[in-house]
């Protein structure tokens, strides 16, 4: 077995997941719970409601659920799982976690490297790292302002060196 | 300003400004023309006609209508040409020391520069039309990812094109020398073709001779044909090569016989309801219909004979189509880069460096492999051809790079393809197998999970289910039509299962073909992936075009202890990932060690690191960029 990648992402990534995903949760939540609410009120008119709050209880147990997965249990097994590591020659990746994915990139076929910054990263002071190759790109989700810019140049310069067509 | 390209290349100034054919004004315009007299004739013809034939009652107002329409054609045939020609004064292209420009446009200028390193193929394309005027259109791919377009100089001369190709090639090697020089002290000396000393032997058809013709005559603003880099390999194909590669290459055949077979049956009890009415009963079933009367009789097999004589000549025009196609197919090495040129009718000519094939794909479908044989293929960084006056025939099969031979026996693979590409002439020979546990993951997975059979019986059954239960919601027992429905559904059911069962057999045979079959293999420079299967694909490519490689694993392939290695290469528009699924958790730790660059530095067999930096170098005699001239 292949030893793993020795870095980790900068710890404050886990927040930045679980607003993310808090976003996108409560979003589909309202919309759902609105839907599933009209449907209520409809069935009100007509007479028959006895299933009406079972209808919006389920709704809000299966959201209240996936709020569980998504914010409490799968940032920390994420932020485990998440390796990086930059030698001299290439990157290795290793992440996943049902599906595990292993990833070299060697620096000479990389193409352009760039940060990446949003505004909830923003606010956590971190950065993601992007490596293009002629095929694909990767990214390295949350690292610190410094250390991605360290990273970014480090790629730069090794691509540099290392100049080779398609 | 005319081209001045008949005379010696080397002779041009650095930044004379070259224009394409003439025939880029009445040539182009013609079809545009030809459509709108189409379009007019369409529209407004009917018209014409009974105001013509309706007497000399309303001949003046006819008239009027005739040389009205007639006016207006003119003119906007007119505005056609004009903008065509003042397109054509505006279009010229420059060969600079180290780009290619194309500039174009009347309002709107544009120009497009091609940096010569950046050039990854160089094709040519001339439809029936053009080619009798011997001119063609010339496109030169850049490798620009996903969304980049090929540079397209249309309508020039069959000789300016050779001479722009040896030219950008030319420029190209010299560019990439220089690189070289820059980085490795020492000029290169990779291995060098132990089969480019000798030509193969030549090989033949009977549609090389059109081909002969058309070389011979040219077409009529062909000009002399230039002199090149020296030949150091080609081949044609066989006559038995062509016809079977012309049999097996059409796959539009099955769609018509299907569609004829649908015809057919929807007529058939047509004709029984015709030919049935002067019997007692009705012909429900078609079987005691035929044996009823002469009449019906033959008419019922003078109808199944037009189908299948319909279906054979159809059968037989793909075949001629194919072979047309292929026709004059030609596959040479000239120096660094290699050409395919096909098309007795519509010619196609694909020009393709060495440095820029991706990998090199050797694919069997089901009919090749129970002959024995495989079509053998190259892969490029491919650009769209999305252009609008494009021809068809690129976009019909854009993945699958350019055919080196359609139809070449197995047995002669190594020999063709050292001969055309022999820096791929020490691809790895010993693969690795799948893991034992492939089998039945195998199975499992094309048997059940993607299994069309599988599949089939269930939604089959699903079907039959539910016609059953609603049947039997019905209250009314005594409604007759009910069983009719039920025997319908369960006559067809039954014919879907046997269906799902030959299909069954079929991926179940597949799957133990795959595991049995199929294997990686790396070395030094290349690496290999071979997916077997009812079809078996082989590619080979070198180290040095895999973008990045991954290693995935999901929770039953760790419990099997196997993982999936997918390989990423540029090939293909946006790149293609090359994947092998369950090899052994060990090898595929190993394949990732060798993809490290520092790996290969310090294990590796031998420290050669201007192989290293380029395998593609092109040595031996007869390559020199300086040879065309």
Redesign the interface.
Known sequence: MRALPESKLDPKIKFVWRINDAIWIIISFLICFGIAAVIAAIAAEEGNASWAPILLAAVAILFAALAVLCLIILPPIRYARWRYQLTDDFLDIAKGIIWKQRIVIPFIRVQNTDTRQGPIMRAFGLASVTVSTAAGEHEIPGLALAEAADVRDKAAELARIAREDV | MTAPVQTAPAAQTPEARYKVHASYVWLGSAGAVIALLFALLVTSGGSVISYLASGDSDALVGLIATSTTLFGFIMIAAIIIASRFFAYKHLYFTLSADEFCLCSGIFNKQQVHVPY??IQSVDQNATLLQRIFGVCTVSIDT?G?ASNKAVQVPYLTKAQAEWLRTQLFTHKMQAEQAAVANTAATAPATPSAAAAAAPAAQTGNVLDAGKQVWDEVGGIFAGAPQASQAVSYQYGLTNKELILAGISNNSAFAVIVVAILGVLAEALPLLTDVFGNESAHMANDLSSAITRGDILNTAVLSVVGVAVGIMVIIWVLSIIGSCVNYGGFQARRRGARIEVEHGLLQHALQGVDIS?V?AVVIKQTFIRRLMGYCELSLSR?GAVSGDQTDSSQKNSRPDTGIVIHPFLKLSRVNEVLFGIVPEYQDVPQTPTPVSPKAMRRGLIRRALWQGSGFWCAVITCAVQIITHFLVGLDPDPYRTDASAVLGITDVLCAILYVLAVVLLVFDVAGAILWAKGSSFAHNRRFMQITNAGLSRETVNFPR????????????LQ?AAGTATICA???AGV???TFTLIDVT?TDA?AW??W????HMKTVGPQKDPVAE??PFVPAGPGQTPTQGA
């Open positions: 390193p950046r490798a990812g820029r991706q960084v040095q075009k895999i973008q990045y490689g991954c290693v995935r694993t999901n929770p760790r990423r290469t540029a946006g790149g293609t958790q730790d990732l060690s993809l490290e660059p520092r930096a380029s």
